[in-house]
């Protein structure tokens, strides 16, 4: 069982940084896979970024490749998604979701455990 607790959210302005942390409830923490997903308004949820139990694996969608960094902290059970060059398109609510399998993250469909959310505003 795993429960999961994002923050970090605001508003910032289009060019800015802002890092979002999920911070996670239970040992099996360690080795589940973790994402990051987004919905803006009038959209569906959407991956992000994944990493897998052990943060050497990593994988984005294109749209952030090169300004998200996805990380994740074992020793205190949280990730992290570091969002830099930040743009209107990326206002959204924020989710993190955990996965026993990498894979499982990646397929985005039937994910067990998610945050509630946290709301990133990028003003142009």
């Known amino acids: 069982q795993v429960q999961l607790v994002e923050s970090g959210g605001g508003l910032v302005q289009a060019g800015g940084s802002l890092r979002v942390s999920c911070a996670a409830s239970?040992?099996?923490?360690?080795?589940?896979?973790m994402g990051w997903f987004r919905q803006a308004p009038g959209k569906e949820r959407e991956f992000v970024a994944a990493i897998s139990w052990s943060g050497g694996s990593t994988y984005y969608v294109d749209s952030v490749k090169g300004r998200f960094t996805i990380s994740r902290d074992n020793a205190k059970n949280t990730v992290y998604l570091q969002m830099n060059s930040l743009k209107p398109e990326d206002t959204a609510v924020y989710y993190c979701a955990a996965d026993p399998a990498f894979s499982g993250i990646l397929r985005s469909a039937g994910l067990q455990y998610w945050g509630q959310g946290t709301q990133v505003t990028v003003s142009s």
């Open positions: 239970g040992r099996a923490f360690r080795s589940y896979a």
